[in-house]
């Protein structure tokens, strides 16, 4: 008997929010941190889901801004409001990283967790302008925001067919190992084999052409009838 699709993906997210409890460090206690653990790691309340929306808007339209502000004729007209838009995101995006570390009971876990290094990389860009204005260029990297977005839509989950992917690769990286070794040597040998024909071929055209124009044109002796 098949199972539902939706019921499969209800247990699949249920596991994978204990597996992130566990690894994280779920409050056990009642209060205000297990309350906030709940809306933001896990999602399954209405606080939560309006919480996901809210982040999500906020990335597309952080996404968005820095898109239209890299044309200058959209940034002459509306630079002000972009500024506005992207400190408010900020702000958001470093009140949420906050909250992260404090509802945990192991933060640096989620501190140097791929989604925590994404956090912290997405936001740091628009503080470092403040402070030190000629890192402004690196102001792009809030693109990085989108990746949040595989979280929000609860996608992490299939992650885990990703690792399965990633663990043969892994063991199996001795036979690609020599396969893309043994493609680099016969690019590199036939590479060799069409400069040697084509220069080959090149020195006597070369010659030839020296040789056309170097030789006379035969004068032709044209007689005229009247």
Request: hydrophobic share 50%; with cysteine; charged share 20%.
């Amino acid at each position: 008997m098949s199972q539902n699709p939706s019921s499969t993906n209800r247990y699949r997210w249920h596991a994978h929010n204990a597996r992130l409890g566990e690894y994280l460090g779920k409050p056990e206690e009642e209060g205000w941190r297990r309350r906030w653990y709940i809306i933001i790691f896990e999602a399954e309340t209405r606080a939560g889901r309006q919480f996901d929306v809210t982040l999500l808007v906020a990335i597309l339209a952080s996404v968005l801004v820095v898109m239209l502000d890299s044309l200058p004729s959209v940034h002459e007209r509306a630079g002000t409001l972009f500024t506005v838009i992207e400190w408010l995101a900020t702000l958001l995006f470093t009140a949420e990283y906050i909250m992260r570390i404090l509802v945990v009971r192991k933060p640096w876990r989620y501190v140097l967790s791929f989604y925590g290094v994404i956090d912290f990389i997405s936001i740091l860009p628009t503080w470092l302008a403040v402070f030190a204005p000629e890192l402004a260029y690196l102001i792009d990297v809030r693109l990085l925001r989108l990746l949040r977005v595989f979280r929000v839509l609860k996608l992490t989950i299939y992650f885990e067919e990703a690792q399965v992917l990633l663990r043969a690769l892994v063991n199996a990286r001795h036979k690609i190992f020599v396969f893309l070794g043994t493609v680099f040597i016969i690019t590199i040998i036939l590479g060799t084999v069409m400069y040697v024909v084509e220069a080959y071929f090149w020195e006597q055209s070369w010659y030839a052409i020296v040789k056309a124009k170097s030789q006379p044109l035969p004068r032709q002796n044209v007689s005229w009838k009247c």
